[in-house]
C-alpha cells in the first residue's frame, strides 16, 4: 500500500514519526516535494480564501499525492501538552480538506492526542489497523517511530554573528523555505544571527508564561510567548522577528503579549500571505538590521563614555 504524507503544516517537526511508523507497517511512504510554486499555487486554488497560508499550502500537498498514494494521511494534531491545543484549523483539517479537494484516497484523520506515549499510541493502533495490522506488528512500528522522533533535532541557534535576532512564530512559517521567501537565508545574508525556541527549555517557556494572568489555551502562544520574553530578558538576542500568517488568531494574541511584556525591546512582525512581496520583506529586514545596528552602536558609545 502506498502512503501519502503531506509535507506541510507540523510535519517539519514529526516527520521521522509519520514516515518511520508507516514505512515499519510495510507500507511505501510517498511524501509530498518541497513547497513549489505549483503546490503553493494548487493551495490557493482549492482552500477557502479566508483561511491561513500555511492551511492553503497543506491543501497543495495533499492535492499533489492525491493521484500517487491510496491513503493520505492528514493529521489532526489536538494536542501535543495536556490542557492545551494548538488552534481550530488543525481541529478541522481534514474536514477542510476532504471538503475542498475531490478525487482524494481515503485518509487517515483520527484525532491525535499526543500528551503522552499511551495516547498517542492509540491513535497509531487504529491507523495501523487501516492498513490490516495487528497489535504487534502495530506495537513495533510505533515503538521504531518514536525512537526516529527521539533522534530528530530542529531549531537553530547560530553562533560568530554581532547582531543575534529570535525568530519566532508557528514552526512551519520559520521552516518552509518557499512560504516565507527564504528568511532564514535572508537574515543570516545580512549578517544577523538566529535564535529559534527549540534552544530555549520547556520549562522555562512554561515559567515565563505562567507570569500572565492566565495560562495561554493554545500550545503555540505559550511557546513563542515565553520563548520571546526569556531570550529579551536575558539578552541572549539583540531584537525579535515574528513570521505570522494572515488570519492567523493565535498570532493576534501571541504579537500582543509580546508587545505589551516588552514595550521597548526590538519587535519586527513579518506578516506573510499569498500576496505578499518579496521586495517588501527585504526591505522590512534591512530596516530593522540598520535599526539594531545603530542601537547597538549607541549603547557601547554610552558605555564608553561612561
Ligand atoms: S495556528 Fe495560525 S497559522 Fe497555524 S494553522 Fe492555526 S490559524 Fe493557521
Known amino acids: 500500500m502506498k ?12 516527520h521521522p514519526f509519520l514516515v518511520t511508523f508507516f514505512g515499519e507497517l510495510g507500507a511505501e511512504v510517498i511524501v509530498s516535494e518541497d513547497t513549489n510554486k505549483n503546490i503553493f499555487d494548487a493551495g490557493i486554488k482549492y482552500c477557502v480564501d479566508d483561511a491561513c ?6 491543501h497543495g500537498h495533499v492535492n499533489f499525492l492525491k493521484d500517487k498514494c ?14 492545551e491545543y494548538i488552534c481550530p484549523k488543525f481541529c478541522g483539517l481534514p474536514e477542510m480538506v476532504l471538503n475542498n479537494l475531490n478525487g482524494l484516497p481515503p485518509a487517515i484523520t483520527d484525532p491525535i492526542y499526543a500528551t503522552s506515549w499511551k495516547n498517542l499510541y492509540s491513535w497509531a493502533q487504529k491507523s495501523g489497523n487501516l492498513l490490516g495490522k495487528n497489535n504487534r506488528q502495530i506495537k513495533v512500528a510505533f515503538n521504531k517511530a518514536i525512537e526516529a522522533q527521539k ?17 519566532t512564530g508557528h514552526p ?19 549578517g544577523m544571527g538566529i535564535r529559534t525556541a527549540e534552544f530555549t527549555q520547556e520549562d522555562i517557556l512554561a515559567r515565563e508564561a505562567d507570569n500572565l494572568y492566565k495560562r495561554p489555551f493554545w500550545t503555540f502562544v505559550r511557546e513563542n510567548y515565553g520563548f520571546a520574553l526569556n531570550s529579551a530578558k536575558e539578552k541572549k538576542v539583540d531584537g525579535i522577528i515574528y513570521v505570522s500568517s494572515f488570519n492567523c488568531g493565535t498570532d493576534s494574541v501571541i504579537i500582543e503579549l509580546i508587545k505589551n ?23 522590512r529586514i534591512e530596516a530593522f538590521r540598520d535599526m539594531l545596528e545603530r542601537r547597538l552602536f549607541n549603547e557601547s558609545h554610552i558605555s564608553t563614555l561612561g
Open 3 to 14: 502512503v501519502g504524507i503531506p509535507k506541510g503544516l507540523l510535519y517539519c517537526k514529526y
Open 53 to 58: 497560508l500555511p492551511v492553503k499550502i497543506f
Open 261 to 283: 511584556g516588552l514595550p521597548d525591546f526590538p519587535f519586527l512582525i513579518l506578516k506573510i500571505d499569498e500576496h505578499t512581496g518579496e521586495a517588501g520583506i527585504n526591505t
Open 172 to 190: 512551519y512559517n520559520i521552516y518552509d523555505k518557499f512560504l516565507n521567501m527564504n528568511l532564514v537565508k535572508k537574515i543570516n545574508n545580512l
Open 151 to 167: 533522534n530528530h533535532k530542529t531549531g537553530i541557534d547560530d553562533e560568530g554573528y554581532e547582531i543575534k535576532i529570535a525568530l
Open 70 to 83: 491510496d491513503l493520505v494521511v492528514i493529521p489532526r494534531i489536538m494536542q501535543l501538552w495536556k490542557n
